[in-house]
């Protein structure tokens, strides 16, 4: 296999070199894309027949959630091998299929690093285990002896994300830290071994032609010396909100400087993207400093409620902070570990981002549409997940019996309901799985999603599919969408935020009421109702075009 220089990449528009600066990023969960060989799951070569809706959507580039080997522990952040695709998704031929075809497509593709742990499976970690305590291959992880008297307590009180202890006991003795699923042993990034295999990993997808990558975990590699306890406090209240002795240590930041220099190595501009969950948007800004990463997930914006003074505060707060680094905002609504935005704002504010009510639906699709717009009228990068281009809601009824989520099955940890944000998504005819494979599908598509179909949609010009259409072209024609460093907020009532850009302006009435507002200019796009005689109706963004001066 060769590498792929990006010939047909457009390159930069602006002023600012970098196309990840203004683009907007499509993540794409492979096991519920595309099933090219009916088994009911995703995989590579289902991603690369869809690709050109992918470019027909408008998306500038493709991060894929892992496809590589992997026991499927937690859906696939359990890697067993960095350099092998599961068999499952495919074969590394398909890989680079896709690549190759992106590219020739004008798509750059992003593929997902999971650095902090691996899979109890990994050939590294079945060697530990064999070795026994005392061993050198034991410290390529954090195995310790237990507290109490037999060593029958864990090494530390540090709990799993998912729920329980963060430690395991192996037969011989032995804790070992896994801040997730058991199955997913951490990394000791201290250990020079580790810090070797993934910058060659880093190169193996590199050389193959990959645009960059998404780091998972990026605040948890490094761990606070000696392990601390932490002591009498709410663990799960914690979690981002304070720097904790195993996330956003001042140590990361080290290994991220390093893999800096991997990329700069090579041609076209090739891009990492920090998932980090910290306290504030100011720690986020610091994984973005020019020598590090070069965008991180702004949670901040994905966990703001619909409203208003909540939003323009996230907005300006967020962009106050990347500002001294220099970076891109980023901003973002779903994921694949959170509840859609299209439940989530048919809920009421303030419960999270793990719901299991469907809440009511159609005022949850027209705030979603809105916060859509809103998003991509934003300067700096915008990440839009598989599916919510469709309108669809989180399936919230799934029966636990298919769940698979590996947190829904500990108690104690997060929620658990991140299945319901996963259900391969429609892609045309009236039945199940809708397109999606020929055989089913691995989670149960729910009966009314064969009107949200991509094919029911196409076409119709009230469909959010074609909305996200529209306005992605837009964002790419207008010179002020999606451009500049800040927001220049104009007077708005209450309930209302109103930004302009030269003479790009975006209304967006977060209430519940339509409000008068004295613009004139032409409507671009609106989110909702046709806007007339400067009425914005309930819960609704507009794009205009409006006079310069
Ligand atoms: C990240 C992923 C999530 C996964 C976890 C452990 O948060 O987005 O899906 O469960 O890391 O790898
Ligand atoms: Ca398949």
């Not at 090494?155 to 192996?170: C, K, L, M, Y």
């Not at 100011?282 to 400093?289: G, I």
């Not at 306005?471 to 309930?495: F, I, K, M, N, T």
Request: one cysteine or more; aromatic letters at 10%; hydrophobic letters at 40%.
């Amino acid at each position: 296999m060769t590498q792929h220089l990006a010939d047909a990449l457009p390159t930069t528009t602006g002023t600012t070199p970098g196309w990840w600066r203004d683009a907007v990023i499509y993540q794409v969960y492979p096991r519920s894309f595309a099933d090219s060989n009916g088994d009911g799951m995703g995989d590579l070569e289902g991603i690369r027949s869809r690709l050109p809706y992918l470019k027909e959507l408008g998306v500038d580039a493709v991060w894929l959630s892992p496809f590589y080997a992997s026991p499927q522990a937690d859906a696939g952040y359990d890697v067993a091998d960095y350099r092998a695709i599961d068999p499952m998704f495919g074969t590394l031929h398909d890989a680079d299929a896709v690549i190759r075809e992106a590219h020739d497509l004008g798509l750059r593709i992003i593929v997902d690093l999971v650095p902090n742990h691996c899979s109890d499976q990994h050939e590294w970690f079945k060697q530990a285990l064999r070795e026994g305590p005392g061993s050198r291959l034991r410290e390529r992880f954090h195995f310790r002896p237990g507290k109490g008297e037999n060593g029958e307590l864990p090494p530390n009180d540090w709990e799993s994300i998912f729920g329980g202890p963060a430690w395991t006991r192996v037969a011989d003795g032995e804790w070992y830290l896994h801040l997730f699923a058991p199955e997913q042993p951490d990394f000791n990034w201290e250990h020079p071994a580790v810090q070797d295999e993934f910058r060659s990993i880093l190169r193996f997808w590199l050389d193959l032609g990959a645009d960059g990558f998404r780091v998972d975990v990026a605040h948890g590699l490094v761990k606070a010396p000696g392990l601390p306890d932490l002591g009498a406090r709410d663990q799960l209240k914690l979690l981002g909100n304070d720097v904790m002795p195993f996330f956003d240590q001042d140590g990361v930041h080290e290994i991220y400087r390093s893999w800096r220099l991997i990329l700069d190595e090579y041609e076209g501009d090739r891009v990492l993207v920090a998932e980090a969950w910290t306290p504030t948007v100011e720690r986020t800004a610091r994984y973005v400093r020019p020598d590090e990463m070069h965008q991180a997930f702004n949670f901040q914006y994905l966990t703001s409620d619909w409203e208003a003074t909540a939003l323009r505060e996230v907005i300006d707060g967020s962009l106050a902070a990347m500002r001294p680094v220099g970076a891109p905002t980023t901003w973002v609504l779903s994921n694949h570990d959170v509840t859609r935005h299209a439940t989530r704002f048919a809920n009421p504010a303030g419960l999270g981002t793990q719901l299991r009510e469907p809440g009511d639906r159609d005022l949850g699709l027209r705030r979603a549409r809105a916060a859509s717009l809103l998003m991509l009228a934003l300067p700096g990068s915008a990440y839009v997940y598989q599916g919510e281009e469709l309108g669809l809601p989180d399936v919230t009824d799934l029966p636990d019996e298919v769940r698979q989520d590996p947190s829904f099955f500990r108690a104690a940890g997060q929620d658990g309901f991140r299945d319901g944000c996963r259900v391969p998504i429609p892609w045309s005819g009236t039945e199940a799985p809708y397109g999606f494979g020929t055989g089913g599908s691995w989670l149960p598509q729910p009966d009314s999603w064969a009107e949200l179909s991509v094919e029911a949609q196409t076409g119709d010009p009230s469909s959010t599919l074609e909305l996200y259409r529209t306005a992605l072209r837009l964002r790419r024609e207008h010179p002020d969408l999606g451009a500049g460093e800040s927001v220049d907020w104009q007077e708005a009532p209450e309930g209302v935020l109103v930004l302009r850009r030269g003479n790009f302006l975006c209304t967006a009435n977060t209430t519940g009421t339509a409000v008068r507002l004295p613009v004139t200019g032409e409507v671009l796009l609106s989110s909702g109702d046709t806007v007339e005689d400067g009425v914005l109706p309930a819960d609704t963004t507009v794009w205009w075009q409006v006079t310069a001066g």
